[in-house]
């Protein structure tokens, strides 16, 4: 059902933007098409290319968002997140989580 | 005259002709209106619909720019229900890489919020190595399935037992107590994902046992939403419609035994669901036309509002699909496609 679904209905994932467009939905609450727009606007591109996995390929890959290609030194996991995070502007639960299990911010203020 | 394949709900390929296809679309719309008070669908629509179910293609998708973000009920357990020998994690990362999954969601094979319960610390390491390995947003999901706080599950006495006899006060005093634990399992398991770094909870086939389950389900996410602002929470319904089992319990002023999709909703979001999935149960003898111009009809009443956002339940038996073990992609699809793009749907 979720290959069925994915094919009729679906963003795509990782394979374009639909993991920032639900990330959208989970952080803010937008109704998808608010979240489609809000993505386009960061990205830079026009709300048809959300899903289009050629564009946003190159996109993922330029901004280092991850990739469902497994390519060696790009982002995969948590990486990828802390740069949604920010790009998007948004919380990451599991981000600040990570952050805090590894002391970042004491760390980051150690290092200025 | 030309005939159109199409199934009946319980999955049986049948054939119908355009002005049946018609006449049950409107019948199935009709239901909805009937017994949801909602209003009917445009002309417009039902012929929307029905091209959708004369197309000769085995699948159908939405049109390009309508794409909708997908999140899942019982995510790892799918694998396991298959004997498909992978891990959670492994499991997470074929709907990442694989599937093309929007959304990613971690679950116990004992998919209820109470065996969860003595298990946490066990899901929660998961789920942090999860999370450091996937890249969409990872709900941990579960059902509030009260049915496991009566005997012989549970410890109180079951109100299936004691309602025929007439006992009403009695099942619903077992009601009560059984609201206080399932609420109390409910916010400990929420609690300890989100606190492990889920983002965001799902809470599936809420109301499966009626109205006093939906009580619980509802006071429990009032909780997790006080104790955790930010937190996202995914409410998925049972049915369309509430049973009264118990029969005089209200949230928020409403009574809870009745209510229909759109109403269910509203109280949803007035506890904090942040996400709302409208399930409408598929009807066996009926056909995929009449049910899933039913399921429209339904879905339609609730994202007309300027609500929440609106996921539908689309699977086995639920949102137009048949009520088979392998639900046929013609039959999928078409029910995806209609909700979206008729139903304005969020997501599935």
């Given at each position: 059902m979720?290959?069925?679904?994915?094919?009729?209905?679906?963003?795509?994932?990782?394979?374009?933007?639909?993991?920032?467009?639900g990330?959208?939905?989970?952080s803010?609450?937008?109704?998808?098409?608010?979240?489609?727009?809000?993505?386009?606007?960061k990205?830079?591109?026009?709300?048809?290319?959300i899903?289009?996995?050629?564009?946003?390929?190159?996109?993922?890959e330029?901004?280092?968002?991850g990739?469902?290609?497994?390519?060696?030194?790009?982002?995969?996991?948590?990486?990828?997140?802390?740069?949604?995070?920010?790009?998007?502007?948004?919380?990451?639960?599991?981000?600040?989580?990570?952050?805090?299990?590894?002391?970042?911010?004491?760390?980051?203020?150690?290092?200025? | 005259?030309?005939?159109y394949?199409?199934?009946?709900?319980?999955?049986?390929?049948?054939?119908?002709?355009?002005?049946?296809?018609?006449?049950?679309?409107?019948?199935?719309?009709?239901?909805?209106?009937?017994?949801?008070?909602?209003?009917?669908?445009?002309?417009?629509?039902?012929?929307?619909?029905?091209?959708?179910?004369k197309?000769?293609?085995?699948?159908v998708?939405?049109?390009?720019?309508?794409?909708?973000?997908?999140?899942?009920?019982?995510g790892?357990?799918?694998?396991?229900?298959?004997?498909?020998?992978?891990?959670?994690?492994?499991?997470l990362?074929?709907y990442?890489r694989?599937?093309?999954?929007?959304?990613?969601?971690?679950?116990?094979?004992?998919?209820?919020?109470?065996?969860?319960k003595?298990?946490?610390?066990?899901?929660?390491?998961?789920?942090?190595?999860?999370l450091?390995?996937?890249?969409?947003?990872?709900?941990?999901?579960?059902?509030?399935?009260?049915?496991?706080?009566?005997?012989?599950?549970?410890?109180?006495p079951?109100?299936?037992?004691?309602?025929p006899?007439?006992?009403?006060?009695?099942?619903?005093?077992?009601?009560?107590?059984?609201?206080?634990?399932?609420?109390?399992?409910?916010?400990?398991?929420?609690?300890?994902?989100?606190?492990?770094?889920?983002?965001?909870?799902?809470?599936?086939?809420t109301?499966?046992a009626?109205?006093?389950?939906?009580y619980?389900?509802l006071?429990?996410?009032?909780?997790?939403?006080?104790?955790?602002?930010?937190i996202?929470?995914?409410?998925?319904?049972?049915?369309?419609?509430v049973?009264?089992m118990?029969g005089?319990?209200?949230?928020?002023g409403?009574?809870?035994?009745?209510?229909?999709?759109?109403?269910?909703?509203e109280?949803?979001?007035?506890?904090g669901?942040?996400i709302f999935?409208?399930?409408?149960?598929?009807?066996?003898?009926?056909?995929?036309?009449?049910?899933?111009?039913?399921?429209?009809?339904?879905?339609?009443?609730?994202?007309?509002?300027d609500?929440?956002?609106?996921?539908?339940?689309?699977?086995?038996?639920?949102?137009?699909v048949?009520?088979?073990?392998?639900?046929p992609?013609?039959?999928?699809?078409?029910?995806?496609?209609?909700?979206?793009?008729?139903?304005?749907?969020?997501?599935?």
């Open positions: 979720a290959a069925a679904h994915g094919i009729a209905s679906g963003i795509g994932g990782i394979r374009s933007a639909g993991d920032l467009v990330r959208m939905q989970v803010r609450g937008m109704k998808t098409e608010a979240a489609k727009k809000y993505v386009a606007d990205l830079k591109i026009s709300v048809a290319d899903a289009d996995p050629v564009v946003m390929s190159e996109i993922r330029d901004l280092d968002l990739r469902v290609n497994a390519v060696p030194g790009a982002a995969k996991g948590i990486d990828a997140k802390f740069r949604i995070a920010d790009l998007l502007d948004i919380e990451i639960n599991c981000v600040n989580k990570f952050k805090k299990r590894i002391q970042f911010e004491k760390r980051s203020k150690s290092n200025e | 005259m030309s005939k394949t199409s199934r009946m709900g319980d999955g049986f390929s049948i054939e119908l002709t355009e002005s049946e296809i018609r006449k049950d679309i409107e019948d199935g719309m009709e239901s909805a209106v009937k017994h949801g008070k909602v209003e009917p669908l445009t002309d417009t629509e039902i012929d929307h619909l029905l091209e959708i179910f197309s000769p293609d085995k699948v998708g939405v049109e390009r720019g309508k794409e909708v973000i997908l999140t899942y009920d019982s790892t357990t799918k694998f396991k229900r298959v004997n498909v020998s992978v891990s959670k994690i492994q499991s990362q074929i990442e694989i599937l093309g999954a929007d959304t990613l969601e971690l679950a116990h094979i004992d998919y209820s919020f109470k065996p969860v003595p298990i946490v610390v066990f899901e929660q390491p998961i789920l942090e190595q999860a450091l390995m996937t890249i969409p947003p990872l709900f941990y999901g579960a059902m509030p399935n009260l049915g496991l706080y009566s005997q012989p599950d549970g410890p109180f079951n109100p299936g037992d004691l309602l006899k007439g006992e009403i006060k009695e099942a619903r005093a077992s009601y009560d107590r059984q609201i206080e634990l399932a609420v109390k399992d409910m916010v400990y398991v929420g609690s300890h994902m989100y606190e492990a770094g889920a983002d965001g909870i799902n809470f599936d086939t109301a499966a009626g109205d006093a389950e939906f619980a389900a006071k429990a996410v009032e909780i997790l939403k006080s104790k955790y602002p930010d996202c929470i995914q409410m998925g319904m049972a049915s369309e419609f049973l009264g118990h005089e319990l209200y949230y928020d409403v009574r809870l035994a009745g209510l229909y999709p759109q109403k269910q909703m109280i949803a979001a007035k506890a669901v942040s999935g409208i399930t409408t149960n598929i009807v066996t003898n009926e056909t995929l036309p009449w049910n899933i111009a039913r399921a429209v009809t339904f879905t339609k009443s609730c994202t007309e509002s609500s929440i956002p609106v996921h539908a339940c689309v699977g086995m038996g639920v949102g137009g048949p009520l088979t073990l392998a639900p992609v013609d039959a999928l699809t078409r029910a995806s496609k209609a909700l979206v793009e008729i139903g304005r749907l969020d997501g599935l």
